[in-house]
Every structure is written in C-alpha cells, then in structure tokens.
C-alpha cells in the first residue's frame, strides 16, 4: 500500500515524536496524538513510532486494535457518530443509522464495508454512548450532538454537512 | 444582574450555544447585566435553560430557550419591555429539583465551572485546608469511616477501607487514581460532575491524596468527554496557580500534583486493574487480585482508585461533618446517590436522592413516568431489569443485588410496554461480547454464544431449549470470568429471564414480539378510518416506502419497508399501525 503523507503533517508528526521523553506507559497517548495529526494511524506512522521508542510494531497494532478510539483507515470528512447507548436504544437509535444510510444512497455515495462513502464525504461509526441519554436518540456529526432525532432530521443534518450550510 | 446559560454537554446539544450567542448579542453595551455559563443542572429535559439572577441573588428560570426567546430574555436583564415570562420554568421544573437532596450536584448548574473563584465563593478548597490545618491522615481516614461513604463506581465498597489500606501499605511513592471512565451506556453522572464542578472532585482528590500520603494523581477520563476534560484541565491549571495543587499546599509540607490521562475507548478499563494496565500504555486486561492495587497497582506502586462521584462527596463530608452525611440514606447505605434517569419517561435527567428511597418514587414522583412504565434497567450492562412488581425496592445497595439486578453506577433506563424486553437482553449481551477484553475463555466465547442464540430469538427462530441453554451458559461465564465484566455480564440475560419469561416464550411459540419491536416480528400498516394524509410518515420514511396523495389516506409497502418504526413515532394521529 502506497501512503501518502501531507508534508507538512508529516513535519507535525516528526515534531510530536521528537519530543516524547522515554516516559513510561506513553504508547497510549503518542498514538492519540498521532491519531489527532492524521485522523487515523498510518502505516508508517507506526512504524517510525516502533522505531523511536523501540516497541515492537506487533505490540503497537496489538494496543491499537484493542481500543475503540484507533483507526487504522482513513475515515471520512465528516464524521459521524451514531450513539448506541441504552437510552438511545430504546428510544429508536437504529432510525438514525437506516436515515443516514438512506441519505446515502440517494445523495450517490453509497456506504462501503469500512464504514466510509464512496466519495469520502462522510463515515459513520457506531458508540457505545455520547452521554447525552435524556436527549435520546443522540448522533454526534463533528464533534457536535444532535439530539431527539428522528428520520427527517437526520437528514436534514447530513444534508447540511454535506452542502456546507450548516451552523458550526 | 447575572444572566446564565446551563452549557453542560447536554446543554449544547439542546442549542445552547446559539442562545448564548443571541444573549451576548442583545446584553452588548450593557454593562450592569454579566453573561456567564453554568454546568447541567440536571433537568435535561427542559434545556436550554436560562438563568436571570438579580443582584440580591433571586433567581428567575427559563426553560427550552431558543435564540428567539433568548433575546427576550436579554431585554429583561436589561429592564427593556419584554415578553419573556412567557418563557419562564413550569412548576414542575422547580419541583423536579425540590424533591431532591443535592450533595454530589450542590453546585452544578449554579456556578461557572470555568471559574475557581465561584467554587472558592461557595466555601470551595476550605475542606482542604481544615484537613490539612486541623486533621490527621488517620483523622480523615476516621471522618470517611464515620461519614459510610462507599464507592460510587458501582461495587459499594467502603471507601474508608481502602483508604486505610493504600494509607497502610509500605512505599514513599503512592498515586491516587480518579476513575473517570464512565463506559455504561446509559450513565452520564460522571460527565456532568466533572463539567459542572470540576474543583469539588479535584478538591476532594487533594483530600484523598493527604489521607493516604500520595504525591501524584490521575485522572482517567475517556475521551468521549471533550467538554469535561476541557474544563477539568482548565479546573486543574487554576488550582495550580490557586495554591490548591504542587507543592506546599496552604503552606504545609504536603505536595500533590495531578494529571489527566484519556481513555482510549474500553469499557474494561472501569476495571480497576485494567484500568491500571491502560495508564502503563498496555491493552486494559485486568489481571487476577490480590495483590489489590492499594498494594501494588501502578507501577507496582500501592495506588488508590475511586470514582468520580465518590471523590465528589469528599469536600461535602469534611465540611459539614461525617455525621451530617451519615443522616442521609440507609444504616446499610449512607448518604446520597446520583441517577441517570433516561429512556421512556418525562422528566429525564440527574437526580440525586437519599439512598432507601424506593425506585417506585424515583420513577413516578420524580421521573412523571406513565402508566405503561413496566421496568427499569439498572447498572447496565453488569445490572438487570427490575420489573414494575419490584417497584417498592430501596435503592440501596443490597436490596437492588437481592432483585438481581445492582446499583451500579447510576444509570437508570426506564422502560414501558414498546420495549422489548428479550432485545434488551440481547442489547447488553451485544455490548459486552464487544467489550470483552478476551483474556478468559467463558467471558470471550461464551458471551459470544448466548448473543447468538438471542439473535435466533429475536428473529423468530427461537426454541423452548434455548432458554435453559442460556441459563446454562450464563451461570458457566460467570463462574469462569476472572473480573465483574464477565462475571456480571449475564445479569440482564438472567433477570430478563426471570421477570420476562412471557415475553421469550411470545418470541419462540407464537412468533410474536409483545413489545412490537423486534423487525423480523412485526409489520407496519396504516388505518384508513385514523389517517388524515398529513404526509409526515411519507416525508420522513427513509426508504420510501410509504405512498399517497396529500389529505388521502396512505400506504405502507410492505416489501420495502425495513421496520424501522419511524412512521409509528412521528404520526400524530395514531394512524400506524404495528401488527
């Protein structure tokens, strides 16, 4: 797999990784940090992290893979996240993951099995809960919660991440 | 004249933030009216909430505010003609509060959170200096023994106890850990102590930290909670500078320093040793106790963990007295407990009341929940459903174990007749099969199996053998779990079991599901004699799947439809139909 790396990331990277001190139990925190740089964890992110703190790249992945918050695949622009917690269960949180699947198919940019759209406008991830339980059903779009959704808002809402016009 | 916005997370996602725009924009140039922010105070349901507090401190309270409504509200700050009352807190806003004991929440939503000089108004960090001033570490440590105070994470043990343990145990080098990590899915007591009040948990660590001689804290926090780890860093910045943090804190030899640590997403690490193996950069497994942390934990250092909740009562106790605190609750249970109360009732939102009050109150005074509430699902995905029958159960520790469910961490799910009870089951087991570390076979495979069979069940293709294979099951992953998320995890499987059977056997015999829930069961139809052609089912449906002319009546096409229930929420007419 060919990885390219914005330049000038990569100088942030380089930056980040230069100036961790050999600290005990840091490999949590590098990989988040890397993960804010990138949006996810690049190949050969993890390998210059192997090399400068001298874990093994087995140990890396095996770390990364363990916990919900590493992503190995470059998500989308936009993400969103469609909260699975109990309130939001009951309350019908599986309406908003069928309308935004729904606004996929017919805005053309049909969900692949990564989770991301063809167009790598959006990516749409599932979480255990956002707590925001008393405003259930609950999806969070970068960064932001919406709460008590239901099909037409939820549309709406990726509708106006899509075309930009909505209210950060 | 103080005008504040509630800005908890909740807060924002109601629209907070636009209100407060529109407040700043109609209060400029107006110097006798202060915009702040507040935390959640906890009626979530009545966010946006606005506050007007005149200079001899009467507060006036709006509810559902929006930028509309908010401009009003500026126009009374600043003594311009308004319609604001229109917008004021019903009644039953202001009861929601009265009707409970506020220790842990005493100063959510009533005091900016970003600022250290409205926590040291309201008597902040003077626990801290009586302890330090005028107590002992054993003082403490008694004060704590006197008070009853347990941990608050979920377990109910005394937190005096492993105070003395971690006080007791050999080593210069102590770390005392604040367990932030709130991971069940339906619990947000946690979030909103630390956006509401950031200096009372960080007050309460110092405390903590003096009692069993720790120079360092952490403060574990999962990162799904940008605000509150935004304002604890803000919180811990200006203690620092305050005096209330490093070394020689008021003058005295002792010295602390905290940090925050995120989460990077397990439910595990709310295990304490797991939790541990997280902060030392590992994947969160537990491993098996002893030696408990208070002997070795981090680092193989002897480290104290308690909750966020738990940390909260600190400062209250040694201000007010241990005895004061002891009042509060049960013989069995001291004090006060913070609930999450969400799911299908009115008034969702933090309550906090006094152990020993009974979950019929919680729920009925408190919570207005309907007459079709049937159960309430407690500690998640460790806890069970208590059915409606059990409602005269104290909330306190023993008793709710006796039902087979537990107090858990404070989440409490309400559920009514359009829940259905055996998908509940197969909701949690689904969590906790994902959240299963691996480490122990029963927890990783067994969980795996007993998920797979409530798939078959709540797709119709359930037999009568599968329920006592699920008990089966369930007694062997508890039995062969080596922390709580496997031993508790079939607790909502089994408590379903036992108060719900009904519902199962409705799936298995007849193939129905009661509850008119579970997709492979169940077909959407629309009555001709209720529906008034509105188009709102048509407009929101997201396949399309329902068809029809304006002021006729409409179809469901039932090869398209995907079940997802949709046009049952939105009709206002009660025209759909779940057969």
């Not at chain 1, 050969?44 to 918050?69: D, L, M, N, P």
């Not at chain 2, 779990?481 to 108060?499: D, F, H, M, Q, W």
Request: some cysteine; glycine content about 12%.
């Amino acid at each position: 797999m060919v990885i390219n790396i914005d330049e000038n990331l990569d100088s942030r990277f380089g930056h980040m990784l230069g100036g961790q001190g050999p600290a005990k139990g840091s490999l949590i925190g590098i990989l988040q940090k890397t993960q804010e740089i990138y949006g996810y964890l690049p190949k050969s992110a993890i390998w210059a992290i192997a090399e400068k703190t001298g874990i093994k790249t087995a140990k890396i992945i095996g770390v990364a893979t363990f916990y919900s918050q590493f992503k190995l695949e470059e998500p989308g622009k936009h993400q969103i996240l469609h909260c699975k917690g109990t309130a939001c269960h009951v309350n019908g949180a599986s309406i908003i993951e069928d309308a935004a699947n729904a606004f996929f198919e017919s805005s053309n940019r049909p969900l692949s099995e990564n989770g991301v759209t063809a167009d790598g406008m959006f990516s749409l991830e599932s979480v255990a809960c956002l707590g925001c339980c008393s405003l259930s059903p609950v999806m969070m779009v970068d960064g932001v919660a919406y709460g008590s959704l239901n099909a037409e808002k939820t549309k709406k809402i990726l509708g106006g991440v899509a075309s930009g016009s909505l209210r950060e | 004249m103080r005008v504040v916005v509630g800005m908890g997370s909740c807060g924002i996602a109601a629209g907070a933030g636009p209100v407060y725009d529109s407040l700043k924009a109609g209060l400029e140039g107006h110097a006798s009216a202060q915009l702040s922010i507040a935390g959640c105070i906890g009626s979530c349901y009545f966010e946006p909430i606005v506050d007007l507090i005149d200079d001899s401190g009467n507060k006036t309270t709006f509810a559902k505010v929006n930028e509309r409504t908010a401009k009003e509200i500026a126009k009374m700050a600043i003594g311009e003609e308004n319609r604001a009352s229109f917008f004021l807190m019903p009644q039953e806003g202001h009861d929601f509060l009265a009707k409970q004991t506020r220790i842990v929440l005493r100063n959510a939503g009533s005091i900016n959170p970003e600022e250290i000089d409205e926590y040291i108004a309201v008597s902040g960090y003077s626990a801290l200096k009586k302890c330090l001033s005028g107590y002992s570490s054993e003082d403490v440590i008694s004060q704590m023994e006197i008070s009853g105070l347990a941990g608050r994470g979920g377990a109910g043990f005394p937190t005096w106890f492993k105070w003395k343990a971690a006080r007791d145990a050999p080593g210069r080098q102590k770390y005392l850990i604040c367990n932030a990590d709130e991971g069940d899915p339906g619990a947000f007591m946690d979030r909103a102590i630390l956006e509401g009040d950031p200096h009372a948990v960080i007050e309460g660590m110092v405390i903590a930290a003096y009692a069993i001689g720790a120079s360092i804290g952490i403060v574990y926090c999962r990162a799904e909670y940008p605000l509150a780890i935004k304002r604890l860093k803000k919180a811990i910045s200006d203690a620092y500078a305050g005096g209330f943090l490093g070394s020689s804190i008021y003058g005295t030899e002792f010295s602390f320093d905290l940090e925050i640590k995120e989460g990077a997403g397990a439910f595990v690490c709310g295990e304490e040793t797991a939790l541990i193996a997280s902060l030392e950069g590992e994947r969160g497994m537990p491993r098996q106790r002893p030696p408990y942390p208070a002997a070795s934990g981090l680092w193989q250092l002897p480290t104290n963990i308690n909750n966020v909740e738990t940390f909260a009562n600190v400062p209250w106790i040694i201000n007010n007295g241990a005895r004061a605190f002891a009042k509060h609750g049960l013989q069995t249970s001291r004090g006060t407990k913070v609930f999450a109360l969400t799911g299908k009732i009115k008034n969702s939102g933090l309550v906090e009341v006094p152990m020993g009050m009974t979950i019929h109150d919680l729920v009925f005074n408190i919570g207005d929940g309907g007459a079709g509430v049937k159960a309430v699902q407690m500690g998640g995905p460790s806890g069970g459903c208590i059915p409606r029958e059990l409602f005269d159960t104290p909330i306190d520790y023993k008793s709710l174990q006796q039902t087979g469910a537990i107090m858990g961490s404070g989440g409490m799910v309400v559920m009514d007749e359009s829940t259905c009870m055996v998908d509940i089951a197969r909701f949690f087991l689904e969590f906790t099969c994902n959240e299963s570390c691996g480490k122990c076979v029963h927890c990783r495979i067994g969980t795996k199996r007993m998920l797979e069979i409530l798939e078959r069940i709540v797709a119709g293709e359930g037999q009568m053998e599968d329920l006592g294979l699920l008990e089966s099951l369930a007694t062997q992953v508890k039995e062969g779990s080596l922390c709580e998320l496997g031993k508790s995890a079939p607790n909502p499987v089994l408590t379903t079991i036992r108060y719900f059977r009904d519902e199962y056997e409705a799936h298995i015999e007849d193939k129905k599901c009661p509850a008119k829930h579970c997709r492979a069961l169940v077909s959407y139809s629309i009555d001709p004699g209720a529906c008034t052609g509105c188009s709102v089912c048509k407009t929101g449906c997201p396949v399309n799947a329902i068809s029809g002319e304006p002021q006729e009546t409409h179809k469901i096409d039932s090869s398209a439809c995907t079940r997802c229930s949709n046009c049952l929420r939105v009709c206002n007419f009660g025209a759909v139909l779940a057969n």
